[in-house]
């Protein structure tokens, strides 16, 4: 590839057998890439490891989490050697090339060095500029919900599998009733709910979807690209090239502290499981409150019956199969729009299920006739946050997500080690209905939350200080 030989070993590649493959071909240079906000602490353990080991190449980052910012203030001083970060692949080149020339490599390391200092005293001073506030204080100003003559709605398919049980004697327990499945779902119907601009952003194409298909800069680029998807979706739904699955689950929960309890069933005497949340703790600016997702479900104390729904869907089954026949044939091209139309069409999935939630199996919005733009833009009532992204950062509560809707036997997704849905083109996340829920940034948060949080969990300080390690308004002692 552009004259390197390029030993690509996949993905989720253990650390040790990265390192060795590196010995065995004599490697020039090591490149990583990282898709959840996991993978950046591997990314620090890998560069520890290398300095341990005695190397002394370069190890180039990039992925969708990683930044200039991390690498220099996290990554960088693990290592003696180079540490590069890069923005994406198309430029990993010129930056291999500078790094394997004897000319153009003290200029690029003393840049990088300069560089690194900069984004270091930044972000010292602006975490000691952060205030935090005591999480007991958060929790005092959390949302303002006037919960007095809110009546929640009763999902549909729960009050439906109620009124079966009683025709059918042998019903599997009373939460699995609460799931429903989706095998093989029409991808001519998810087509309809693409959101085209991530896929132009994802091809590096600057401009807003539909324009962009007109600009005098990147016009003929953008509809040679688009006409190029069309294509390819009509031969992925005519030949089943993929096939999309998922599942849903609405279950009677309620409010205890920062947390949610979901119940076994509407009788609400058994705990099944309880989802975790985290709250907003850095100062606000008066009048502004600080939010956690616990915010959105009835407290329990207000005697109130709520809800909460969780899913998990993909368009990646088959997909891999089909990328390695394109990459077999060296139509890399190909193989990388078939992988962008996957993620697209995950997350139509999860953009047409939920819409089916609000006016079908929840039903609270049954009269809901939006538009794909206003979907897009979710002018609806209800969010679908997601675990690992930024109102509910830590990704291990997909592990209770996964217990509660069976998703590895429902629709074939797997969990890995650190968290990552494969196949990848996957999404999962909670529904909440509440017309005051919304979604919002956690950030930083301070060491006593950390530490209860690492309570509630049953985990230790040092558990939580790395599964959270992004929001941490602190320097932790592992550090």
């Known amino acids: 590839c552009n004259n390197y030989d390029v030993i690509d070993l996949g993905v989720m590649v253990p650390a040790q057998k990265i390192l060795d493959a590196a010995k065995e071909h004599d490697a020039d240079v090591i490149g990583l890439s990282g898709l959840i906000t996991p993978s950046l602490d591997e990314m620090v353990n890998f560069a520890s490891e290398m300095e341990r080991q005695g ?11 990683t930044s200039r910012a991390h690498t220099a ?16 692949a198309s430029r990993s080149v010129p930056v291999v090339a500078a790094l394997l020339s004897d000319e153009q490599r003290p200029a690029l390391l003393a840049d990088l060095q300069v560089d690194y200092d900069s984004l270091r005293e930044r972000h010292a001073a602006r975490n000691d500029a952060k205030k935090m506030i005591p999480i007991a204080q958060a929790r005092d100003d959390r949302t303002p ?10 999902p549909r398919l729960i009050a439906q599998q109620a009124r079966d049980v009683h025709t059918d004697d042998h019903r599997p327990p009373v939460h699995v009733q609460h799931v429903k499945t989706f095998h093989d779902y029409s991808l001519g119907e998810l087509r309809r709910y693409i959101d085209w601009q991530p896929f132009f952003n994802a091809w590096e194409m600057k401009g807003k979807y539909p324009d962009i298909l007109n600009s005098p800069a990147s016009g003929e680029a953008a509809r040679k690209l688009w006409e190029d998807a069309q294509t390819m979706l009509d031969a992925l739904i005519a030949e089943k090239w993929i096939t999309a699955s998922g599942v849903i689950g609405l279950f009677p929960a309620n409010g205890v502290g920062d947390d949610t309890q979901v119940y076994t069933d509407e009788s609400r005497l058994e705990v099944l499981t309880t989802l975790r949340h985290l709250r907003q703790q850095t100062e606000h600016r008066p009048g502004v409150p600080h939010r956690s997702l616990a915010d959105f479900v009835a407290p329990k104390d207000t005697g109130l019956r709520d809800y909460v729904g969780g899913f998990a869907v993909t368009a990646g089954l088959g997909s891999g199969a089909k990328v390695a026949e394109f990459k077999g044939a060296l139509d890399d091209y190909s193989a990388i729009l078939l992988e962008s139309l996957a993620d697209r069409l995950a997350e139509a999935f999860a953009e047409r299920l939920h819409e089916r939630v609000r006016t079908e199996f929840w039903g609270y919005q049954p009269d809901e006739a939006l538009d794909p733009e206003s979907l897009i833009k979710e002018k609806y009532v209800g969010i679908r946050p997601a675990p690992g992204y930024p109102a509910c950062p830590e990704h291990t509560e997909k592990q209770t997500l996964w217990e509660l809707l069976d998703a590895k036997a429902n629709t074939g997704i797997e969990l890995t080690e650190s968290m990552a849905m494969w196949p990848g083109a996957s999404v999962s996340g909670w529904y909440f209905s509440h017309p005051q829920s919304q979604y919002f940034v956690l950030g930083h948060i301070g060491r006593d939350q950390v530490e209860e949080y690492a309570q509630r969990k049953g985990w230790t300080v040092a558990e939580a200080e790395k599964w959270l390690s992004p929001n941490l308004g602190y320097r932790s002692d592992n550090e």
């Open 73 to 88: 203030v996290k990554v960088d001083k693990k290592y003696h050697g180079p540490v590069i970060w890069v923005k994406d």
């Open 55 to 65: 190397f002394n190449i370069p190890l180039m980052i990039g992925g969708a989490t």
């Open 145 to 154: 919900i006037d919960w007095t003559g809110y009546k929640p709605p009763r």
